[in-house]
């Protein structure tokens, strides 16, 4: 199981349909294909977390995500093997999260988990650090 996890800045003059449909697209392609893990999108920011199978993620996230048009200035928290999965135990599906219900539930169950997980403990100081820049 690998584990990538960034944040990024939404490119300017991208329209709220444009971000529903990158919101569409992740969560049905990413569902097909076993991908779990989160994307917000808050205030000018994207943050994602992707948990799934190493070729396909180093795959989707080198050659199409971070040469995707529709964001920049891309900063990777986390790429590595992880024995520990923080989403697949979670829901074992990929989520999109798009209101702050979402986001609290997301919340709770990831700061349990952070004590058991250290994975756990850093998107979980992550989600409180993006949090202050939403809503
Ligand atoms: C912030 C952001 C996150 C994305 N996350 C995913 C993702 O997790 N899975 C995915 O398949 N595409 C994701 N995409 C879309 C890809 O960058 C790319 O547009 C898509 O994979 C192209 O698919 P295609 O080559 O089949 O047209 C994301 C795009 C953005 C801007």
Redesign the pocket.
């Known amino acids: 199981m690998y584990t990538i996890c960034y944040l990024?800045k939404v490119s300017p003059h991208l329209t709220e349909t444009q971000i529903q449909e990158?919101f569409d697209?992740?969560y049905a392609?990413?569902n097909k294909?076993g991908?779990c893990?989160i994307?917000l999108h808050t205030m000018g920011n994207?943050f994602?977390v992707?948990e799934g199978d190493e070729a396909y993620l180093t795959d989707?996230y080198e050659n199409?995500?971070k040469?995707?048009p529709?964001?920049h200035s891309i900063f990777e928290v986390i790429h590595k093997e992880g024995s520990d999965p923080v989403f697949t135990s979670y829901s074992s599906r990929?989520l999109t999260i798009e209101d702050s219900d979402a986001l609290n539930d997301i919340k709770t169950y990831v700061k349990k988990h952070a004590v058991v997980s250290s994975t756990s403990d850093k998107i979980a100081r992550l989600l409180n650090t993006v949090e202050m820049l939403t809503y």
């Open positions: 990024s990158i697209h992740t392609q990413n294909k991908i893990g994307l994207f994602q992707l989707l199409r995500i040469k995707d529709r964001h990929f």
